[in-house]
Nanobody
């Protein structure tokens, strides 16, 4: 499986912002759609957002629309998730994954990151 590395998580107050990064290790992200997922304690992993290989197509879960923005910089081999207006219910471990196709929402996963914790609390 391909290896991805997330970073940028942390503790933030409600209403605050964080930017997560997802970097590829040992391969190029150019050919893959990339998805962000999250898993809160006691809950199933859920899809948050996806960006196509070219960056021309994105989609978002209803719960984050208007607050989160996904983007990619293929020259830096990195995908980003800008998270604004964070809420306590956004607290979760966030994972990025390389989809088996170039389009979103896509299907299959050919590589996962190890996850980064996001905690939204006052």
């Amino acid at each position: 499986q391909l290896q991805l590395v997330e970073s940028g998580g942390g503790l933030v107050q409600p209403g605050g912002s964080l930017r997560l990064s997802c970097a590829a290790s040992g391969f190029t992200l150019d050919y893959y759609a990339i998805g962000w997922f999250r898993q809160a304690p006691g809950k199933e992993r859920e899809g948050v957002s996806c960006i196509s290989s070219s960056g021309g197509s994105t989609n978002y879960a209803d719960s984050v629309k208007g607050r989160f923005t996904i983007s990619r910089d293929n020259a830096k081999n990195t995908v980003y998730l800008q998270m604004n207006s964070l809420k306590p219910e956004d607290t979760a471990v966030y994972y990025c994954a390389a989809r088996a196709v170039s389009w979103c929402p896509g299907h299959g996963v050919v590589g996962w990151g190890q996850g980064t914790q996001v905690t939204v609390s006052s």
